[in-house]
């Protein structure tokens, strides 16, 4: 079974940067599916930040967040970053990492096992 393991938040003021931290571990020695990093704040539907379908190596970023946000990964174990720059207050939320499968790109991605959250603060 796939478990995932988030951290890294904390409080940044604005134009800070973080970089948050998601570990995939599971019975093959490398994770080839989807990662995708959520965000849910209060009062708010969860939605998708950013992704990754590692097999096809392509990528996904919201709009709200493109050019701000990127995500890297360890080559040598199995642990994704998602380092955000210039962060903005309603960027304050939970954020969860997600594992998940596709065949086809990253947008066919779906999450099936989901990280606790690591929370993020964005304030002055």
């Known amino acids: 079974q796939v478990h995932v393991t988030e951290s890294g938040g904390g409080s940044v003021q604005p134009g800070g940067s973080l970089k948050l931290s998601c570990s995939v571990s599971g019975p093959s020695l490398m994770f080839r599916g989807c990662v995708g990093w959520f965000r849910q704040a209060p009062g708010k539907e969860r939605e998708l930040v950013a992704s990754?379908?590692?097999?096809?190596?392509?990528?996904y970023y919201d709009d709200s967040v493109k050019d701000r946000f990127h995500i890297s990964q360890d080559k040598y174990v199995d642990t994704l970053y998602l380092q955000m720059d210039n962060l903005k207050s309603e960027d304050t939320s939970t954020y969860i990492c997600?594992?998940?499968?596709?065949?086809?790109?990253?947008?066919?991605?779906?999450?099936?096992?989901w990280g606790q959250g690591t929370l993020v603060t964005v304030s002055s």
């Open positions: 990754i379908w590692i097999g096809g190596g392509s990528f």
């Open positions: 997600a594992a998940g499968d596709s065949h086809w790109s990253v947008q066919e991605c779906k999450f099936d096992t």
